[in-house]
Nanobody, 119 residues
Framework: QVQLVESGGGLVQAGGSLRLSCAAS????????MGWYRQVPGKQREMVAG???????SYGDSVKGRFTISRDNAKNMVSLQMNNLKPEDTAVYYC?????????????WGKGTLVTVSS
């Protein structure tokens, strides 16, 4: 099993910044990739940013150029630096750890941290 614990959410004004962190523990050797997703009530969870074990990153279109994901393998942590925040970034942000093998994928999730951006 893998446990993921997020921290760093809160309330910020539009144009401000926040940094989210996710600490991983347990069978972390089983994780190939980590990332951040977000969800607002009534909508599907959407991918915000992802990072592979080799450092390759990917971003959702709405956050490109504003958010940066990073990974500290030694500390088993992944972070999301969010700049120039907009009210539409308001959501619960979830840390994700993903194990992939041929024909099989398993996702692990944190409990989420709320980010609120006021206008």
């Amino acid at each position: 099993q893998v446990q993921l614990v997020e921290s760093g959410g809160g309330l910020v004004q539009a144009g401000g910044s926040l940094r989210l962190s996710c600490a991983a523990s347990g069978s972390i050797f089983s994780i190939n990739a980590m990332g951040w997703y977000r969800q607002v009530p009534g909508k599907q969870r959407e991918m915000v940013a992802g990072i592979e074990s080799d450092g390759r990153t990917s971003y959702g279109d709405s956050v490109k150029g504003r958010f940066t994901i990073s990974r500290d393998n030694a500390k088993n942590m992944v972070s999301l630096q969010m700049n120039n925040l907009k009210p539409e970034d308001t959501a619960v942000y979830y840390c994700n750890g993903r194990y992939r093998s041929p024909g099989y994928t398993r996702d692990y999730w944190g409990k989420g941290t709320l980010v609120t951006v006021s206008s």
